[in-house]
T-cell receptor, first 114, second 114 residues
Framework: EPEVTQTPSHQVTQMGQEVILRCVPI?????FYWYRQILGQKVEFLVS????????KSEIFDDQFSVERPDGSNFTLKIRSTKLEDSAMYFC????????????FGSGTQLSVL | GNSVTQMEGPVTLSEEAFLTINCTYT??????LFWYVQYPGEGLQLLLK?????DKGSNKGFEATYRKETTSFHLEKGSVQVSDSAVYFC?????????????FGAGTQVVVTP
């Protein structure tokens, strides 16, 4: 079965550094998402992306965050200057058709900011 | 705003026991309701969903019924197996708000022992 692939599985970075989390969505999917889960908290929505632009973003998704689909296959989340509170598991998800209401999630990137 | 509350875990059961995980929600309008499951080391997978009141979602022996009168979507399975050990997430999507933006409960870890 096709799957969403995320790399790396673990990323350790120093506070203030830029980090890029990478995702390869399922090839025929059109809608893309990033979610995150801080340890002990709920999985929370960050951003949705369709037709090469952001559809919606949460309050968490401030100017330090950006997303890009640079080459038609990858979907990236960039954090410009990481903070300690950005430490979390980040999940990428993709969806073929919004009417199906079925998101496919990757296994996540555990980001640790020191 | 919209929210999902589910019972805390971990829930520890013996094989072949009956499983119930309670989930209640708060939402405006008529949300879609979901159960996602996360097996160790994997991403979240859609287990089942229901899109309107009194709908029953079912998959792999699991069932949940959309109860608008009690704003609930409890997950049940009649006879669990060791392979059902996972974290289960209740979620909703409010199509009057935005597509693809899921609100998750905190997740319930289920441990099934032989």
């Amino acid at each position: 079965e096709p799957e969403v692939t995320q790399t790396p599985s673990h990323q350790v970075t120093q506070m203030g550094q830029e980090v890029i989390l990478r995702c390869v969505p399922i090839s025929n999917h059109l809608y893309f998402y990033w979610y995150r889960q801080i340890l002990g908290q709920k999985v929370e929505f960050l951003v949705s992306f369709y037709n090469n632009e952001i559809s919606e973003k949460s309050e968490i998704f401030d100017d330090q965050f950006s997303v890009e689909r640079p080459d038609g296959s990858n979907f990236t989340l960039k954090i410009r200057s990481t903070k300690l509170e950005d430490s979390a598991m980040y999940f990428c998800a993709s969806e073929e058709d919004r009417a199906l209401e079925k998101l496919f999630f990757g296994s996540g990137t555990q980001l640790s900011v020191l | 705003g919209n929210s999902v509350t589910q019972m805390e875990g971990p829930v520890t059961l013996s094989e072949e026991a009956f499983l119930t995980i309670n989930c209640t929600y708060t939402a405006t309008g008529y949300p879609s309701l979901f159960w996602y499951v996360q097996y160790p080391g994997e991403g979240l997978q859609l287990l089942l969903k229901a899109t309107k009141a009194d709908d029953k979602g079912s998959n792999k022996g699991f069932e949940a019924t959309y109860r608008k009168e009690t704003t609930s979507f409890h997950l049940e399975k009649g006879s669990v197996q060791v392979s059902d050990s996972a974290v289960y997430f209740c979620a909703l999507s409010s199509r009057t708000d935005s597509w693809g933006k899921l609100q998750f409960g905190a997740g319930t870890q289920v441990v099934v022992t032989p």
